[in-house]
């Protein structure tokens, strides 16, 4: 049996990778249904297809019985820990971070920055031929939010700062102490959503964040708040927003959504003080030298048996 490392970059387009396994290229094809490279049973790491839908993803991995390492290209897991079903105890379960940190939080302040300075309004009065001036907020002197203060979320308020934000507040899963400051627990939450200016949604997904956007947290938002969300949409309950940006009581800007990809008919399109992007935080030029960089290193410690990194969790094993 060999050891296959299935990748869904063509190996000979990344240099550095340590020898030893036999490198399969595989990234699930334009429809889904390319044929696997070779017996997934001979698979030991598995690098996910980035940009696929969960059930390319996932197709491979009931086969992959000898599976060690899935190694995902997303700073985000739910694709995979929502199937581990599929896969057998004992393989270790690793995540991107750091390789979409500067494209995400790019987008973070694009989307607030856009939404607050009346970027679409801008738009279609330019493919009206209409001069439409006006009076709007700038990002100055606001007090910013950022709700997932993990690798993403220091790179968002890393792009903030230069903007001369009156206060940035940091809320992660647990208390702690950043290199910027204090970092809230989300049990903190009612007491600070009505202080911010602007919000920005930075967490995984997961069974503590699926719908914590919902009616209490948009509630508690003040009147004229901006919701960015560049985390997963499941985050925010969308008929919740729905109710609130339907009466102009606040705005959002959304890089994903739920349902996902949005129906063309979604009243979500037209709603008033929604600026929508399709899923775009991390495709960025900015992607593919990361990914190659991660790949390079993780599978170095794979094949050296070092402990690897950005671990999320091992099947089989409590919590997992």
Same mark, same amino acid.
């Given at each position: 049996?060999?050891?296959?490392?299935?990748?869904?970059?063509?190996?000979?387009?990344?240099?550095?990778?340590?020898?030893?396994?036999?490198?399969?290229?595989?990234?699930?094809?334009?429809?889904?249904?390319?044929?696997?490279?070779?017996?997934?049973?001979?698979?030991?790491?598995?690098?996910?297809?980035?940009?696929?839908?969960?059930?390319?993803?996932? %197709?491979?991995?009931?086969?992959?019985?000898?599976?060690?390492?899935?190694?995902?290209?997303?700073?985000?897991?739910?694709?995979?820990?929502?199937?581990?079903?599929?896969?057998?105890?004992?393989?270790?379960?690793?995540?991107?971070?750091?390789?979409?940190?500067?494209?995400?939080?790019?987008?973070?302040?694009?989307?607030?920055?856009?939404?607050? %300075?009346?970027?679409?309004?801008?738009?279609?009065?330019?493919?009206?031929?209409?001069?439409?001036?006006?009076?709007?907020?700038?990002?100055?002197?606001?007090?910013?939010?950022?709700?997932?203060?993990?690798?993403?979320?220091?790179?968002?308020?890393?792009?903030?700062?230069?903007?001369?934000?009156?206060?940035?507040?940091?809320?992660?899963?647990?208390?702690?102490?950043?290199?910027?400051?204090?970092?809230?627990?989300?049990?903190?939450?009612?007491?600070?959503?009505?202080?911010?200016?602007?919000?920005?949604?930075?967490?995984?997904?997961?069974?503590?964040?699926?719908?914590?956007?919902?009616?209490?947290?948009?509630?508690?938002?003040?009147?004229?708040?901006?919701?960015?969300?560049?985390?997963?949409?499941?985050?925010?309950?969308?008929?919740?927003?729905?109710?609130?940006?339907?009466?102009?009581?606040?705005?959002?800007?959304?890089?994903?959504?739920?349902?996902?990809?949005?129906?063309?008919?979604?009243?979500?399109?037209?709603?008033?003080?929604?600026?929508?992007?399709?899923?775009?935080?991390?495709?960025?030029?900015?992607?593919?030298? %990361?990914?190659?960089?991660?790949?390079?290193?993780?599978?170095?410690?794979?094949?050296?048996?070092?402990?690897?990194?950005?671990?999320?969790?091992?099947?089989?094993?409590?919590?997992?």
């Amino acid at each position: 049996m060999s050891t296959d490392v299935w990748l869904p970059i063509p190996p000979d387009e990344i240099p550095g990778l340590p020898e030893g396994p036999v490198y399969r290229f595989w990234d699930g094809g334009d429809d889904g249904r390319q044929e696997f490279p070779a017996d997934p049973a001979d698979c030991a790491v598995y690098v996910v297809p980035y940009m696929k839908r969960q059930p390319v993803k996932v %197709r491979p991995l009931a086969r992959m019985t000898n599976l060690r390492l899935i190694q995902t290209l997303t700073a985000g897991v739910d694709d995979i820990t929502s199937v581990l079903d599929l896969v057998a105890p004992g393989v270790t379960l690793c995540n991107a971070r750091g390789v979409h940190d500067a494209s995400t939080a790019e987008l973070a302040v694009t989307l607030t920055l856009a939404s607050l %300075r009346g970027v679409p309004g801008f738009v279609r009065a330019q493919d009206r031929g209409r001069w439409q001036s006006g009076f709007h907020p700038a990002l100055a002197d606001k007090n910013v939010l950022i709700v997932g203060y993990g690798a993403i979320g220091e790179a968002v308020e890393d792009r903030l700062v230069p903007f001369e934000v009156a206060r940035v507040t940091r809320v992660a899963r647990s208390e702690r102490t950043a290199a910027r400051g204090p970092v809230h627990p989300i049990a903190a939450l009612p007491a600070l959503l009505p202080e911010a200016d602007v919000v920005i949604l930075s967490t995984p997904l997961n069974d503590a964040t699926r719908g914590l956007a919902g009616p209490e947290f948009l509630a508690r938002m003040k009147d004229g708040a901006l919701l960015v969300n560049v985390a997963r949409g499941a985050v925010v309950d969308t008929e919740a927003l729905l109710a609130e940006v339907t009466t102009g009581r606040i705005c959002a800007a959304l890089d994903v959504v739920d349902p996902e990809p949005l129906p063309p008919e979604h009243p979500l399109w037209s709603a008033p003080g929604v600026l929508i992007s399709p899923h775009v935080g991390g495709p960025t030029s900015a992607y593919l030298p %990361r990914a190659k960089r991660l790949l390079v290193d993780q599978l170095g410690r794979f094949v050296n048996h070092r402990p690897l990194g950005h671990v999320i969790l091992v099947t089989g094993s409590a919590g997992a």
